[in-house]
């Protein structure tokens, strides 16, 4: 077993399901989506970015835009979150920050997508 390929694996799969958590609920109920787990949605996400700088292949850029792709409507979402708190009504305010944090989780599936594809795809 290698274990960069496991602690690799493990970041995409875990940037993917933290996603999830946070975009899970009504998308205009403030309570259903907790600012902590967008945090941790994002710092994983970008340790998983950090992650696919090392593959040189063509599917390693691809893994990599959808990464980045990621990266950046969660933290789009975020400074949304911090700039417009207090300043516009939260249930408004909730809707735009779980449909950026959808975009992210369809950037995040394909890139597990990928990931399953290239893992049957390798011969032993």
């Given at each position: 077993?290698?274990?960069?390929?496991?602690?690799?694996?493990?970041?995409?799969?875990?940037?993917?399901?933290?996603?999830f958590g946070f975009f899970?609920?009504?998308?205009?109920?403030?309570?259903?989506?907790?600012?902590?787990?967008?945090?941790?949605?994002?710092?994983v996400s970008l340790i998983?970015?950090?992650?696919?700088?090392?593959?040189?292949?063509?599917?390693?850029?691809?893994?990599?835009?959808?990464?980045?792709?990621?990266?950046?409507?969660?933290?789009?979402?975020?400074?949304?979150?911090?700039?417009?708190?207090?300043?516009?009504?939260?249930?408004?305010?909730?809707?735009?920050?779980?449909?950026?944090?959808?975009?992210?989780?369809?950037?995040?599936?394909?890139?597990?997508?990928?990931?399953?594809?290239?893992?049957?795809?390798?011969?032993?």
């Amino acid at each position: 077993m290698n274990l960069e390929k496991v602690v690799f694996g493990f970041f995409i799969v875990l940037a993917m399901t933290l996603n999830f958590g946070f975009f899970l609920g009504d998308i205009d109920n403030p309570s259903h989506h907790h600012v902590y787990e967008l945090y941790a949605a994002i710092i994983v996400s970008l340790i998983a970015t950090v992650l696919k700088f090392g593959d040189r292949t063509h599917l390693g850029a691809i893994l990599l835009s959808t990464s980045l792709a990621a990266d950046l409507q969660l933290i789009t979402a975020a400074i949304l979150w911090a700039a417009l708190e207090g300043r516009m009504e939260m249930q408004s305010l909730t809707v735009y920050i779980v449909s950026l944090s959808g975009g992210a989780l369809m950037a995040n599936f394909i890139s597990v997508i990928l990931l399953i594809a290239e893992t049957i795809s390798q011969r032993r």
